[in-house]
């Protein structure tokens, strides 16, 4: 029987940050497909070709750098021309070399932060990891109600991460009392839409799945989050310009003992389709962010099991 399976082309994608936090792109070359479009520096893997290796060649022929220091980050998939085109993005912490234009038309450094520094022509699959860029590895859901001393971690720790905040069941007092804390030490805080009432953030909401659907704009000036359960809700909150959202469930969870998880293969299928940065939750440890990043995540979401490793 011939084989109907879509042929997989691998790719390694190198992501270069000055010290201002300003990341590296790349023009196509006018004999190329989306020729004047821009990207992060990369190409195919060649016939027994690792992808460390892969990145390591792709750079220096087309930038001029060794690199010498670099870490897996996201790895996102695209159907294309009846392939699938499977890119891995790595986190480049050290090179050495002056940046030449060899087999790029121009190269310049932006912003991730500000859209307005961005080129008008990006390939599409690179808008997820631009976006990807200003987002922590973590975000954290509090739970006072089990765990009424998590705030008291926070100072302490020297991990990245955005906190939303949701208590439904402390009375205002008491989530005004808990906002005063969390902001004390001067973390970013989301207010789930269902504190919208009690609480006014200066960061950013986070909505619920419902609350989602009944908004037809958004603050552009303030960061905002959703929860979400499906492909059509995340394509809703990108249509917003919603920042992230988080997609559950990812396994079995305390919350909702008799709700299969989606698994992995699942939660993949849906993120690879949008262009908005996804969050994994579902009974994340941290030895699941990486899971995450395999499997096209910018990284994930906790209400329970993080809260105890912060360090």
Avoid at 64 to 86: G, H, M, P, Y
Avoid at 106 to 121: A, C, G, Q, R, T
Wanted: net charge neutral; proline share 4%; hydrophobic share 35%.
């Amino acid at each position: 029987m011939q084989n109907t399976e879509p042929k997989k082309i691998r790719v390694s994608a190198g992501i270069l940050l000055d010290q201002n936090h300003n990341v590296l792109l790349t023009k196509r070359l006018a004999s190329q497909t989306w020729s004047e479009y821009w990207e992060f520096p990369g190409g195919k893997l060649e016939t027994n070709e690792s992808l460390d290796q892969c990145l390591k060649r792709e750079l220096l022929e087309e930038i001029n750098i060794s690199v010498v220091s670099a870490s897996r980050w996201i790895t996102r998939e695209f159907d294309q021309d009846n392939k699938i085109l499977q890119v891995t993005f790595f986190l480049i912490h050290q090179w050495i070399g002056e940046i030449q234009n060899k087999d790029v038309a121009e190269h310049k450094w932006i912003d991730p932060k500000n859209v307005k520094d961005w080129p008008e022509l990006i390939l599409p699959k690179n808008l997820y990891i631009l976006r990807a860029l200003s987002l922590p590895p973590l975000y954290l859901i509090t739970d006072a109600y089990e765990n009424p001393e998590f705030h008291k971690k926070i100072g302490s720790s020297k991990r990245k991460f955005y906190i939303q905040l949701r208590e439904p069941k402390l009375e205002k007092d008491e989530l005004i009392k808990l906002e005063l804390n969390l902001k004390k030490n001067n973390r970013h805080i989301l207010i789930n839409s269902r504190h919208v009432h009690e609480l006014s953030s200066d960061f950013g909401i986070h909505f619920t799945e419902s609350d989602l659907f009944k908004q037809t704009q958004v603050n552009p000036n303030k960061i905002n989050s959703a929860s979400v359960h499906s492909l059509e809700s995340i394509q809703y909150a990108q249509k917003l310009g919603i920042n992230f959202v988080v997609l559950s469930q990812v396994y079995e969870t305390k919350s909702h003992p008799l709700k299969k998880g989606m698994g992995w293969n699942a939660f993949r299928a849906i993120v690879n389709q949008v262009d908005i940065p996804v969050y994994a939750l579902g009974g994340m440890g941290m030895d699941d962010l990486d899971q995450s990043y395999n499997n096209g995540g910018v990284g994930i979401a906790s209400q329970r099991k993080i809260w105890d490793l912060l360090n």
